[in-house]
C-alpha cells in the first residue's frame, strides 16, 4: 500500500512539490533527493508566498590571485543566505542552500 503525502498549506518548496504532484512518500523521497538546483526551490517558495527576492554579488581577489564571488540572497529585503565560491552561479546556489536549511521556514509558517 502507498502512502499520499499531503499538506493543506504548503510552507516550504518540498511541500509546494507534495502538494503539486501526487507522489509516495518513497518517490517524495527520491525526487527531493535528485533535486540539487537549491535556486530553483528557493524561487518556487517565494513565487507561491509573493515574496520578493533578489541576490546581490560582490567580486574579491583570493590570496592565491584567483576571482571569488561572494552571493547574499534576500527574501523581501532581508538576509536569508550567504555563499562564497570560485564562480558566481555557485556562490548563488550556496546562498540559497542556506536560506532553505536555516530554518525560516518556521517564521514564515506563523504567517
Known amino acids: 500500500m502507498i502512502k499520499r503525502v499531503r499538506f493543506k498549506n504548503p510552507a516550504s518548496p518540498?511541500?509546494?512539490i507534495v502538494s503539486k504532484v501526487s507522489l509516495s512518500q518513497y518517490?517524495?523521497?527520491v525526487l527531493q533527493a535528485s533535486m540539487s538546483d537549491f535556486?530553483?526551490?528557493l524561487n518556487n517558495?517565494?513565487?507561491?508566498?509573493?515574496h520578493n527576492i533578489r541576490y546581490e554579488h560582490s567580486q574579491s581577489?583570493?590570496?592565491n590571485g584567483q576571482t571569488g564571488w561572494t552571493a547574499i540572497v534576500r527574501i523581501?529585503?532581508?538576509?536569508?543566505?550567504?555563499?562564497?565560491?570560485?564562480s558566481k552561479d555557485d556562490a548563488e546556489e550556496l546562498a540559497a542552500q542556506q536560506a532553505l536549511n536555516v530554518g525560516k521556514w518556521s517564521k514564515e509558517r506563523k504567517n
Open 14 to 16: 518540498h511541500e509546494w
Open 45 to 50: 517558495w517565494a513565487q507561491l508566498h509573493r
Open 61 to 63: 581577489r583570493l590570496r
Open 39 to 41: 535556486r530553483m526551490q
Open 76 to 86: 523581501n529585503e532581508e538576509e536569508w543566505g550567504r555563499g562564497r565560491a570560485g
Open 27 to 29: 518517490q517524495f523521497n
